[in-house]
Structures are given as C-alpha cells and as structure tokens.
C-alpha cells in the first residue's frame, strides 16, 4: 500500500527564513510525485510534477527535489503570501493519487 | 474555463438525513476523483470513474455512499442516511486520464452533520 508522510505537521518562519518541507513516501513503481498548494476554504492547488530521483522543478521561491525515498519542498525567502498547507502525494501503477496529511506553513512578516 | 464546479459549498443537515453533493468537471477532461478531506485523516480518495465509468470505489466508507457520473459533465455523491462522522469537506477533482496527470480540484463541500 502505497504511503505518504510528511514532516513538520506545521512550521512557522519569519519572512525571509528559508527552510525545506518533507515528504517521504513509499510505493510499488513511482509514476509521479505531486506538490500542491491549498489555501484555507480553497482545494489543493497543483505546484509541481517529479517523475524520478535527481529531479528538480522551481517556481518562483519554490524549489521541489526528488529521491528515491523521499521530495524535498525548499522554500527561499518566503513572504507572508506564501502561507498555506503543502501537500504531497504519490502516483503508482494504475491507482490514483495518494495525499499526505500536508504541512501547515505560517510566514511571519 | 471556469474549473471543477462543486454544490453547495457548504451543508448543514440532520444526522439521518440524505445528502447529494453535485460536481461538474472540467470540460475534456475524463477521469473525475471524489476525495474528503478531514483533520485527523488528511485527504482521503472516495471513488473515481474514468469515461463516467466507476473504476475503484474502494475508498467509499460503507453502503450509505454512492456516487454516479451518468455522463461526462456531472457527477454526484450521495450519502443515505447522514451521520455525524461523514462530517468533513468532500472535493471533487477532474484530469485529462487517470495516469500520471494533473489533478484540478474544485473549491469543496463542507458537510456539517448534526
């Protein structure tokens, strides 16, 4: 069964503190890790796609990396603007999307 | 496009009591996925269909779910009768195929269930 676990639950930074979120996850023949945005009341919003170990993806101060075990999410700089819940999620074989619970991220200005 | 469209945004209602939450996909795109998503579980798949064909209904918690997709423009899920528990946020999402592509989800129902 494949599984998600993403670490810290919640992190508070001061605008401008760089810091990294953390998904491990384990599955039968990765298609696809997912990154998504969800802001309070809103669904999850798609951030990026990585397909294999080694794989890197940025946008803007997000910058997402990808090994076998485990996807990085390396946020630089952040602003007040980029609080929300990150979530990731696994794709194998034929199933759907697998979520992780997210990590709730609070940017102080 | 104007999105997933789900209704009603928010439910209040009687345990015991049915509930239907409505989805309209995006159109073209032909997998459609019900997810809920709540404190303690996170975002959990209910049931997804693919060319308005049910694929995996494994998800769905017990016999009072259902969902239906009767053609590629709408879809619902059904819960009869309501309990306390089924209390969460219920989103609908839709892609271009059920393999490795984007998901777009819609803005949500929130079930309250006294």
């Known amino acids: 069964e494949d599984q998600v676990t993403q670490s810290p639950e919640a992190l508070r930074l001061q605008e401008g503190e760089s810091s990294s979120l953390n998904c491990s996850y384990t599955v039968s023949g990765l298609r696809g890790l997912f990154w998504y945005r969800q802001d309070p009341g809103k669904g999850p919003e798609f951030l990026f796609t990585l397909y294999s170990a080694g794989e890197e993806k940025e946008k803007e101060r997000l910058k997402a990396t990808l090994t076998k075990k485990e996807s990085f999410l390396h946020i630089t700089a952040p602003k007040p603007e980029d609080s929300a819940t990150y979530l990731c999620?696994?794709?194998?074989?034929?199933?759907?999307?697998?979520f992780g619970k997210g990590t709730r991220l609070s940017v102080i200005a | 496009d104007a999105g997933v469209i789900q209704s009603p945004r928010h439910e209040v209602t009687e345990m015991g009591q049915e509930v239907t939450l409505r989805c309209k996909p995006i159109s073209g795109h032909n997998s459609l996925f019900w997810y809920r998503q709540t404190m303690m579980r996170g975002l959990e798949l209910l049931i997804y269909?693919?060319?308005?064909?049910?694929?995996?209904d494994s998800g769905m918690p017990e016999d009072r779910f259902s969902a239906k997709m009767p053609n590629a423009s709408f879809s619902t899920l059904k819960i009869q009768p309501s309990e306390p528990r089924d209390s969460a946020v219920y989103f609908c999402?839709?892609?271009?195929?059920?393999?490795?592509?984007?998901?777009?989800f819609g803005a949500g129902s929130r079930l309250t269930v006294l």
């Open positions: 999620a696994v794709e194998s074989g034929n199933t759907p999307l697998v």
């Open positions: 269909f693919n060319n308005n064909v049910p694929i995996d």
């Open positions: 999402a839709s892609s271009l195929n059920s393999g490795a592509n984007v998901l777009t």
